[in-house]
C-alpha cells in the first residue's frame, strides 16, 4: 500500500510542476490516511487517490477594468471546482497579489476535506485573482468586482458554485459582485454568494463564523486535555475577518490576547488587546496595526523584517495563526515551544509549514488543524444558504448555537477519527481520516464520473 501512495505521490509531482503550496497540501493529507487505504485495499483498484488529487474543473480568465486615473490595468481570475461529490462547489474567492494557480489548487483541495468535515452537503471550490485592493479606491474596488463577476457569472450558481470571501474580500466586495451577478442574470438568487450583508440575504453571524468557530473547536480540545481558555495568554497573527472574531471569542471565554498583527508587523500589549480599537483601525479605517499606538504608548510595535514573523517570538499559552499559509516556520515553531506554548489553533489555511506542524506534534503540543478548526465559516455559509432558500431569517443566537454544535461534532469526529486508526490526540490525523473516509465512500457509490 506504501507503493501505491509513494507512486501517486511522486505522479502529483510531476504532473503539477511549480505548484509548491498544492504538493504540500496534497502530501500533507496523503502522509495521514495510510491507516485507511491498509483497511480498504480497493482504493488502489479504484483509483481513490488519483481521483481525490484532481480537481474536476480550473478556470482562469482575464479581468479588465480602469482604474480612477483612466489607466487599463488587467488582472487574472481563477476558479478552482475542486469537488462536487458532496454538494455545489463552495469556498471562498481571494484578491491578493500572491494569487496564483498552485495557491487556488491548494485552498480548494482543502476546502473539500472541511467541507466534508462539516457534515453539510456542499462541495469543494476556491477562487480569487492577483488583484490587490490595498489602495484602491472604493470606485476601483467596485469596477474590479463588477468586472470579475461578469466574468464568474456563467461558471456558478446557486445548486452549481457558491463563492464567499476570503483575504481580501468581504461584505464590500461580496456585495458589489452580488450586484453584478444579480444584473446580469435578471434574477434574485440569493444563494449564489454567501457573505452578503444582512440588509439583502446575508446570515447574521456569518461575520463571526471563522473566528468563532475556531475558539469553540480549541476550546473542545483543551477541554479533552483537561485544560480551557481561561488565564491563558493568547497571540493571534492578522487582524482581518478571522482574527478579529477569534479574539472576540477567547476573551470571551477568559483568555487575554495580548499579540496581533498584519502583513507588516505585530502589536504586543501586555496588559490585553483593546479590540475595539482593532475593529476601528481594520474594519472601519481599513488603516496598518501599527496605528495601534496612537491610543495605548506603552504597547510595543515590531515590524516584519525577515521572513518570520516576529509575532511567534512572543510568549504565550496559545497560538492561533489567523493571516496566510506557511507563516509559521520551523524556526517559529521552535521558539514557541520554547517560550512554553501548549496548543496552535488554525484559523487561517495551512498556516504552519509541515516542518512546524511535525515539529509541534513530535513535542506533545495540541494542534488544531485548519480544516477543522476554521470549518466554522463554510458552516455558517451553508446555513445562510439554507435560509436563502427557505427565505427566512435565523437570530443571531440560533445561528451561533447552530455553530458551536458543528464545531463540536467536528472536534469528535477528529478525536474519535484519531483513535479509531491508533493516532490518539492527533487531530491533524484525525480531520484527515474522517474527511478522507467520507469523500471516498462518496466517490465509490457514484462511480467513475
Ligand atoms: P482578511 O483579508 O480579512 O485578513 C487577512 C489578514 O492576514 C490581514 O491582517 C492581513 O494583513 C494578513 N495577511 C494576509 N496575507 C498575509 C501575508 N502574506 N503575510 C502576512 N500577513 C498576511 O482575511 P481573512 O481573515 O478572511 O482570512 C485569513 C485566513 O483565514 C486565510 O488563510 C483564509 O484562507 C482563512 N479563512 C478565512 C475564512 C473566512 O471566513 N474569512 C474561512 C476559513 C479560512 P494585511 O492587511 O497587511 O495584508
Known sequence: MNEYLNRVISQIETKNPNEPEYIQAVKEVLGTVKPLLEKHTEYEKLAILERITEPERIITFRVPWVNDKGEII???GYR????????PYKGGLRFHPSVNQSIMKFLGFEQ???????????????????????????TEIMHFCQSFMTELYRHIGQDVDVPAGDIGVG??????????????????????LTGKAISYGGSLARKEATGYGLIFYVREMLKAHQNSFEGKTVAISGSGNVAIYAAEK??????KVVAMSDSNGCIYDPKGIDLDLIKQIKEVERGRICEYLRKHYDAVYTEKTGADSPIWEIKVDIALPCATQNEVSLNSAKSLVANGVIAIGEGANMPCTQEATDFFLEN????????AANAGGVATSA???SQNSMRYYYTFEEVEAKLERIMINIFNSCKENAEKYGCAGNYVAGANLAAFSKLAEAMIAQGVV
Not at 80 to 87: A, E, K, M, N, W
Not at 171 to 185: D, H, L, N, P
Not at 250 to 255: D, K, P, Q, T, V
Open 74 to 76: 488587467v488582472n487574472r
Open 80 to 87: 478552482v471546482q475542486y469537488s462536487s461529490l458532496i454538494g
Open 112 to 138: 473539500i476535506f472541511k467541507n466534508a468535515l462539516t457534515g453539510l452537503p456542499i462541495g469543494g471550490g476556491k477562487g480569487g485573482s492577483d488583484f490587490d485592493p490595498k489602495g484602491k479606491s472604493d
Open 171 to 192: 461584505a464590500r466586495e461580496v456585495g458589489y459582485m452580488f450586484g453584478q451577478y444579480k444584473r446580469i442574470r435578471n434574477a434574485y438568487e440569493g444563494g449564489v
Open 250 to 255: 477567547a476573551m470571551a471565554h477568559g483568555a
Open 364 to 371: 506533545g503540543i495540541l494542534v488544531a488543524p485548519a480544516k
Open 383 to 385: 446555513i445562510e444558504m
